[in-house]
């Protein structure tokens, strides 16, 4: 029961981001483009040209929707992480590796509470954890997944992983491979999301399989008819 509550929390942050997102972005009078704007923008509390670190005009009348999802997301992502221990294998390193995810949700709390042109140290320090340590996790979780878990889906998790601590690092850089600052920005961070969403769903309508005492289900022993 515990960790179907934290499958529905993980599943719940990530479709109610992306819900606000779009209305959020939606009522940007100048359009709002997932190339050239950071994720932040949208819950920037001013209207200003932004120069760092590509100059744009950031407007977003929406900015405390944007800023509650944040929390939001931010909230459920540490739900979840907490409650799905059937998900993992046990160990020191299992342990670590959730709360690395788990500074995801830390810092999209902070990313919520301290937007990008009202407390930037803050939301930096959010941006890190989420896009740093938190790939860290997700890079490690390929290999920390129960062995129930089926092997293309650690493998997924892996690359997901490797996709974006790369992708942050040429974000960092200034190196967006023709995606824009905001297209590189989301590689390096909506990986984490969709593997929260992909496991959430599996772990919420996958069934459980019922074993027969004593009887492994692979090792069943068909009986000869008896009497002719």
């Known amino acids: 029961m515990k960790a179907r509550?934290?499958?529905?929390?993980?599943?719940?942050?990530?479709?109610?981001?992306?819900?606000?997102?779009?209305?959020?972005?939606?009522a940007w009078a100048r359009p709002y483009s997932w190339a050239r704007n950071n994720i932040s923008d949208l819950g920037n509390a001013?209207?200003?040209?932004?120069?760092?670190?590509?100059?744009?005009?950031v407007c977003s009348p929406e900015h405390a929707a944007m800023n509650a999802s944040f929390i939001a997301l931010g909230t459920l992502?540490?739900?979840?992480?907490?409650l799905t221990g059937a998900l993992w294998r046990r160990g020191s390193t299992s342990a670590v590796t959730r709360c690395l995810l788990a500074g995801a949700g830390v810092g999209f709390v902070?990313?919520?509470?301290?937007?990008?042109?009202?407390?930037?140290?803050q939301h930096v320090l959010g941006a890190l954890l989420i896009m740093g340590t938190a790939n860290i996790g997700l890079f490690l979780a390929g290999t920390r997944l129960a062995e129930d878990v089926p092997v293309p889906l650690r493998r997924l998790t892996t690359l997901l992983g490797i996709t974006a601590l790369t992708a942050f690092g040429l974000f960092l850089s200034g190196h967006y491979l023709?995606?824009?600052?905001?297209?590189?920005?989301?590689?390096?961070?909506?990986?984490?999301l969709a593997w929260a969403l992909v496991v959430g769903g599996?772990?919420?309508?996958?069934?459980?399989?019922?074993?027969?005492?004593?009887?492994?289900p692979e090792m069943r022993i068909a009986r000869a008819p008896q009497g002719q």
């Open 77 to 82: 992502l540490v739900v979840g992480t907490v």
């Open 5 to 26: 509550i934290g499958y529905s929390a993980w599943v719940a942050g990530v479709v109610q981001f992306f819900a606000v997102h779009w209305f959020v972005e939606s």
């Open 178 to 192: 023709g995606l824009g600052m905001g297209g590189m920005e989301r590689v390096a961070a909506f990986p984490l």
């Open 46 to 57: 001013h209207c200003a040209l932004q120069s760092d670190p590509e100059p744009r005009y």
């Open 202 to 216: 599996r772990g919420l309508f996958r069934r459980k399989t019922r074993r027969t005492p004593g009887t492994a």
């Open 110 to 121: 902070l990313a919520g509470l301290a937007p990008a042109d009202v407390h930037e140290n």
